[in-house]
């Protein structure tokens, strides 16, 4: 079956970078695109961007002005979601989701989320 | 991007049908963007509900279904069961594929 494992908890200080990792498997991993969507303590859900595993595409979300970085490895079938420049703001989990690829967006797989604290 | 719209709460009691509607424009919902909905309950990860606007994954309960008129779509849950009471989200595109979300509802099962 699908499975998305992701990245322990980080602390970093603000202004730092932090990557987080997430290793799928029982699929075909360059089939799909892997998003990140990270939810604040007691908010919504916010989309940050998404990788095309299978030719490397990216788009991302123009509400981190250039401080997101989605990359991935396809001999490990692992997605990497680096964040710099960090704040306090950026204290959220972070999720991998995988998609259908059907028309509309269709997360159908997540992993199991990464909390990442900023604080000095 | 603005966030797609939908109301902070919805209850209803044991056996009800409850609506969530998602809110968006011409560009995203409107734009016949299939729009798909997560179920998430309290520390866990969302879970995929609603896909193509209408569609459920395999092995969901047929008690969640999914619409959508104009600007504006709905996810109905009927036959409203205690294991309900979690937190919805819609999600579409709004174009060059750029996902956004709805803010969330909340709902209580009296």
């Known amino acids: 079956q699908v499975q998305l494992v992701q990245s322990g908890a980080e602390v970093k200080k603000p202004g730092a970078s932090v990557k987080v990792s997430c290793k799928a498997s029982?699929?075909?991993?360059?089939?799909?695109?892997m998003n990140w969507v990270r939810q604040a303590p007691g908010q919504g859900l916010e989309w940050m961007g998404w990788i095309n595993a299978g030719n490397g595409n990216t788009r991302y979300s123009q509400n981190f002005q250039g401080r997101v970085t989605i990359t991935v490895d396809t001999s490990a079938t692992t997605t990497y979601m680096e964040l710099s420049s960090l704040r306090a703001e950026d204290t959220t989990v972070y999720y991998c989701a995988r998609d259908l690829g059907l028309p509309g967006p269709a997360f159908d797989s997540w992993g199991q989320g990464t909390l990442v604290s900023v604080s000095s | 991007q603005s966030a797609l719209t939908q109301p902070a709460s919805v209850s209803g009691s044991p056996g009800q049908s409850i609506t969530i509607s998602c809110t968006g424009s011409?560009?995203?919902?409107?734009?016949?963007?299939?729009v798909s909905w997560y179920q998430q309950h309290p520390g866990k990860a969302p879970k995929l509900i609603i896909y193509e606007g209408k569609n459920r994954p395999s092995g969901l309960s047929s008690r969640f279904s999914g619409s959508r008129s104009g600007n504006t779509a709905s996810l109905t849950i009927s036959g409203l069961q205690a294991e309900d009471e979690a937190e919805y989200y819609c999600?579409?595109?709004?174009?060059?594929?750029?996902?956004?979300f709805g803010g969330g509802t909340k709902v209580t099962v009296l």
């Open positions: 029982g699929y075909t991993f360059t089939y799909h695109t």
């Open positions: 999600c579409a595109y709004a174009g060059r594929s750029i996902v956004i």
């Open positions: 011409s560009s995203d919902v409107g734009s016949y963007n299939p």
